[in-house]
């Protein structure tokens, strides 16, 4: 039985007084075995985030990292450093780092790899364009970041891996994938998985759904058979919302 969970995803979004008070009104919070939540902020915030989350049932995570331990890259954060932090996920992959910042899906796994041998979580980002989905093209391209994102990958270790499928035609737009639609491309990514790995193997991965979820359709998506959770955006920053995510998804 999959654990449901939840993770917001800040964005570039709140100043680190605002994440704290954020934390302040997390009142009530779901036991980790009914389901578990996670909170991935920028950069600046983790330290205070992890801080007051301590005895919290939260994880806190990260929106991004670099693949390498150290290095002349001006401006980047690597995985190692955030493992020293005590940071519980990386989200890697989103759309908006692929789109804005020209990350591949070649880097996409070298931080899968980074992340999962510094034993914090990936929750790994995947989805089609609105024409890849008009195209027809949608399945073949969400098996393929699949297959590239977890190249290497050991069967024990993808079973620690999320993914997360987000139709980047869905994000931000207010538009969402229907529970079928989602329901069948979060299927697609199980069977990918189970075709590179195992059956089992693929029984034990979440995959979760993002792309306008919010607290009245959380419902519907966690009712449906391959959809374990969700990677929110903007119903995560407010603390009531996510809330009411978590109990949706009970």
Excluded at 225 to 242: C, M, Q, R, Y
């Amino acid at each position: 039985m999959r654990t449901p969970f939840i993770a917001g995803n800040w964005k570039m979004n709140k100043t680190v007084s605002e994440g704290e008070q954020f934390l302040d009104g997390l009142k009530n919070l779901p036991a980790k075995d009914e389901v578990e939540s996670a909170i991935c902020a920028p950069f600046i915030h983790l330290p205070s985030l992890i801080e007051k989350a301590k005895d919290m049932n939260v994880g806190i995570g990260a929106e991004n990292a670099h693949e390498e331990d150290s290095g002349a890259f001006t401006g980047e954060v690597s995985v190692s450093m955030l493992q020293d932090l005590g940071v519980d996920y990386i989200i890697i992959g989103h759309s908006e780092r692929r789109e804005h910042f020209n990350e591949t899906d070649a880097t996409v796994n070298k931080k899968t790899l980074a992340t999962l041998k510094n034993n914090i979580v990936p929750i790994v980002c995947v989805g089609e364009t609105d024409a890849e989905r008009e195209a027809g093209k949608h399945i073949e391209r969400v098996e393929s970041q699949v297959e590239k994102a977890l190249l290497e990958v050991s069967a024990e270790d993808v079973e620690k891996v999320v993914i997360a499928y987000e139709p980047i035609w869905a994000i931000g737009t207010g538009k969402s994938a229907t529970s079928d639609d989602a329901n069948e491309m979060c299927g697609t990514v199980r069977k990918k998985i189970a075709a590179l790995y195992s059956d089992d193997v693929a029984d034990k991965v979440r995959v979760q759904y993002g792309g306008s979820v919010k607290p009245a359709n959380i419902k519907e998506y966690m009712g449906r058979e391959h959809i374990d959770g969700a990677l929110v955006g903007g119903a995560s920053l407010e603390a009531d919302s996510f809330l009411e995510l978590l109990e949706g998804a009970k």
